[in-house]
């Protein structure tokens, strides 16, 4: 099965909430096995992380925390894996960890302009992850063999569907990840993608759940296979990468609970 995510495939839009007013080229995502389930589940977990108390008063401090987190996790699953204590710390110099802070540090700038300019902001976040380990010519300039999924990606990413925020995100993802546009630190960038179209289409607008955390507690292994049924484009491949997707969402919301506990505390 190939994601139809050819330019045009869908008109653009500003907001989620709008729906297609034609054929909407993401909806037979729904209909493959497990993945409907997979997203209400998903979607459940975010919605008793965002019904915590804590978040009423302490909203800030746990997107603080979460991006801390989630740039640990991004990191592990690049094979730069370091103790959470450490990176607290800022003990770790590793430029694979400095990349991932720095995105974590810079997406909330980068909201807004997600879902109008994917382009420039997948650029800013390449300069931004590899800017201690790519050349500084080809920072934010994508490799040439990308250039039609990508243009395929943008028109998703500014479109209008209603298919659920976590699969888009998943789709999202998938794409960056399997096309590897940049050649440095493309896991990176596309876990950070997912994120912001999360938070962008509602289904984490506080950032506070780590999904990166999600996948690391499923195994960089499980991870690398799903990616891998993903590139193969088949009806189970793909529905085994937004199922596994959802499930490292709901893992993430698990997390995001456990700061607010750990706020909570004191």
Do not use: N
């Amino acid at each position: 099965m190939s994601i139809p995510l050819r330019p045009g495939a869908a008109r653009p839009a500003a907001r989620p909430a709008r729906r297609p007013t034609g054929p909407d080229p993401l909806a037979p995502l729904l209909d493959l096995t497990g993945v409907r389930d997979a997203a209400e589940e998903a979607r459940a977990a975010v919605d008793r992380l965002l019904a915590h108390r804590v978040l009423r008063r302490e909203s800030a401090g746990v997107s603080i925390e979460s991006a801390l987190r989630g740039a640990r996790a991004s990191a592990t699953l690049e094979g730069a894996a370091y103790p959470l204590a450490d990176v607290r710390a800022g003990t770790v110099e590793d430029p694979v960890v400095q990349g991932a802070l720095r995105v974590s540090v810079g997406l909330g700038s980068m909201v807004d302009t997600w879902d109008r300019a994917p382009g420039q902001v997948l650029a800013r976040l390449h300069v931004l992850a590899a800017a201690d380990l790519a050349e500084p010519a080809a920072l934010g300039r994508p490799a040439g063999h990308a250039g039609a999924r990508l243009g395929g990606l943008f028109s998703l990413v500014t479109g209008t569907t209603a298919v659920p925020a976590v699969l888009i995100a998943a789709v999202v993802h998938g794409e960056l990840a399997a096309v590897a546009p940049f050649g440095t630190q493309d896991g990176v960038v596309a876990r950070a993608a997912a994120r912001l179209t999360g938070i962008a289409r509602g289904l984490d607008r506080k950032a506070v759940s780590v999904p990166e955390v999600g996948f690391v507690e499923l195994g960089p292994a499980e991870y690398a296979a799903a990616l891998d049924g993903y590139r193969s484009g088949t009806p189970d491949g793909v529905a085994g990468w937004l199922a596994h997707c959802c499930r490292a969402t709901a893992h993430g919301a698990l997390e995001g609970l456990a700061i607010c506990e750990s706020l909570q505390r004191g």
